[in-house]
């Protein structure tokens, strides 16, 4: 058995305000690598599924992309550079981050740290609840609790 609590210590070293590792300015780019940096083939992909969403969505008149976890905005970027004209018109693409608004990302763009309420559109997360601080823990062959 498994078990996970919230881990305030845990929850510091990632995201606090002054030396959280999240918060440094070189980025989590800066350290390693996810799909998102790897290619911009990712960011074709994700904005290939952004126009499929717009097409079942009836093409609202404000269509929201969320990009949950954004980093430096390298997605949202990415994706904005995919777009056709007429969909970029009627997006409103947020990013939701801890660490404060990158220079350089795209006017448009609007960065927050909760995710908006009452939008539609597409919610993504790329590598993001693998950053949620959890302290976990396992039960023994002795039925013992022990923090791993
Ligand atoms: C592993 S990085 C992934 C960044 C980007 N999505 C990518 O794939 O390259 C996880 C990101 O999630 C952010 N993050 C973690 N918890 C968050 C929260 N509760 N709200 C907003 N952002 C959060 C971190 O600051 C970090 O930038």
């Known amino acids: 058995m498994t078990w996970m ?11 606090d305000p002054g030396q959280g590792f999240y918060r440094r300015p070189e980025g989590p780019a800066g350290h390693f690598r996810t ?15 952004l126009l499929e969403v717009d097409e079942a969505l009836g093409r609202p008149e ?3 992309l969320v990009d949950m976890g954004a980093g430096r905005g390298e997605l949202l970027t990415g994706v904005l550079a995919e777009l056709p004209a007429e969909v970029l018109a009627r997006l409103r693409p947020y990013g939701v981050e801890v660490a404060d608004r990158p220079a350089g990302l795209p006017s448009t763009a ?23 601080p959890l302290d976990a823990g396992e039960v023994d062959e002795d039925g013992v609790l022990r923090y791993v």
């Open 5 to 15: 609590r919230w881990a305030p210590a845990m929850e510091r070293a990632l995201y």
């Open 62 to 64: 404000e269509l929201a």
């Open 35 to 49: 799909s998102v940096h790897a290619s911009p083939r990712f960011a074709r992909a994700v904005a290939r599924l």
């Open 110 to 132: 609007l960065w927050t740290d909760r995710p908006p309420r009452g939008v539609t559109g597409l919610l993504f997360a790329n590598e993001w609840l693998d950053n949620v």
